[in-house]
């Protein structure tokens, strides 16, 4: 249903997605929810749902991500209309249209000089603080940006948007143990987000490949994220590849050999890590036959996500044909 894709759209909309949520755009312009008569007359004949502007706001970013800029104003001119030009919400969102049409970084600077203004006027207006963030990165002021979101947290400390990005940033730069620290940020107001779960597993992995205590926190971490979506492709990928790399390191003389540390993780126990990798890879087999299967765009995986999984079964043959 167009109103059901447009009210709850996925958090990263792929491409394909995003062009059949914009090509919704006529069909969701050409009627009018709300009447053309004064106020408070308007209110007697208006067609407006609570989901209605939930509707247009996520039609608008779908829009936007195609680059059909015309509809994009058309729903950015009735956003304004509803709510005023002075709303949070509705200036962040102008800021986030002029940032789309932006053509190099001068037009960007302008922006970013903008959100200043507001933030003067309005210190608390954390969706402009959002867009400066956002436009600080796309201008590649990383460092910048790093601070700006670490002001934010401070003064918000359960936005987990906010923390998910300053991870995403830290790791960019290779610090990978403050974005390990700004994900269990959000796993602690999050805890049942099994892509944060993920995330933070492979921040693990990354930052120490070899080391016992880093995969056996990897391999926790991704088993969390499968417990809690029993369908999630990337959770089942890195256990796999955990539970390959760890394997190995789990040998009588190799965990004999480590210092009993107090700060140490607990390693698994190599029948129980061996467990854990023939169940991810009989769900990789089975996600990889459920997308063969289903007609195009219908299986609910991202085709590259598959292919990266049916090379890894391909790595040791377990591929079902």
Known sequence: ????????????????????????APLILASAPTSSLPWPLSLLFSRETPETWAIHENLLLAALRTGDDASARQILDRLTTRF??????MIALKGLYEEALAKDDKELEKIFNDYEKVLKEDPTNMSVRKRRVAVLKSLGRTADAITALTVLVENSPTD?????????????????GQAIFCLEEVLLIMPNAWSAHAQVATLHYLSGSTSIPALTLALRHFARSVELNDSYLRGYYGLKLVSQKLLPLLSESSVSK???????VAPP???SVKKLEEIATAKLGEIIRQYSASKAGQ?????????????LLDRDGKVER
């Open 84 to 89: 005023g030009a002075d709303n949070e919400r």
């Open 1 to 24: 249903m167009v109103q059901a894709n447009l009210l709850t759209p996925p958090s990263r909309i792929p491409p394909q997605t995003a062009l059949q949520l914009s090509q919704k």
């Open 160 to 176: 987990a948007e906010a923390w998910a990005e300053l991870s995403e940033l830290y790791a960019s730069t290779g610090a990978l």
């Open 269 to 271: 126990k190599p029948q």
């Open 299 to 311: 299986s609910g995986y991202d085709e590259a996500e598959v292919i990266a999984a049916r090379e």
């Open 258 to 264: 480590r210092n009993a540390d107090e700060d140490d």
